[in-house]
């Protein structure tokens, strides 16, 4: 084990298009990694070991179900710094949607309604995770301490963020060049 920083994400009610923009950062992520280790996230694989003890904890996607709420939980726990990553994260976005409707209808929609399913049923198993009756932002189930906005947002101002983050950095604000969401 090195002595860097350690970067670790999650994702949880999101599309993982938060995540691919941080791929986007291309051959930066070879910088970032002079700079940081990165132990679980969704691009790895957080089912070996779970959550690492992180410097960087990266959240994206909104809270929909009672396993969004234990993994959010179990990150800010281990993160030094959360970071919400993402509209999602931050406020709701797509997954916020399901929020003019009652649960109920939500459910019968996906699983029973949509025209190619056939003698569709509401799965119920105590294993399964409960769907929460409203899709919620982080910081209403954490204490967050950076946002980076965007859906999603841009590569370039996550490794700004990022690296930043990992030099022992907190940025006041996220430079206005880097505020563009296209
Ligand atoms: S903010 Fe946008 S890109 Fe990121 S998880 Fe949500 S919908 Fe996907």
Redo the contacts with the bound molecule.
């Keep these: 084990m090195s002595n860097k920083p350690m970067i670790a994400s999650v ?1 949880l009610g ?5 995540h691919m ?1 941080l791929l986007d950062i291309d051959e930066r992520l070879l910088a970032l990694l002079e700079l940081a280790d990165i132990g679980a996230t969704p691009i790895t694989d957080f089912k070996l070991g779970g959550f690492p003890q992180a410097d960087v904890g990266l959240v ?2 909104a809270v929909c179900n009672t396993d969004n709420i234990r993994f959010l939980e179990e990150i800010r726990e281990k993160s030094k710094f959360l970071v919400s990553f ?3 994260a931050g406020w709701g ?2 997954p916020f949607m399901r929020n003019f409707f009652p649960l109920e209808q939500v459910m019968e929609r996906g699983y029973i309604f949509t025209p190619s399913t056939v003698d569709g049923f509401i799965p119920d198993d105590e294993e399964l995770p409960r769907q929460l009756e409203k899709v919620q932002p982080i910081r209403k189930f954490v204490p967050v301490d950076f946002h980076i906005p ?3 947002p841009n590569a370039d101002t996550i490794f700004y963020v990022v690296s930043e983050l990992v030099q022992g950095r907190v940025p006041d604000s996220i430079p206005q060049p880097l505020l563009h969401f296209d």
Excluded at 14 to 18: N, S, T
């Design positions: 994702w999101g599309c993982a298009g938060c923009s994206e996607g993402g509209d999602c976005c797509v965007g859906c999603p």
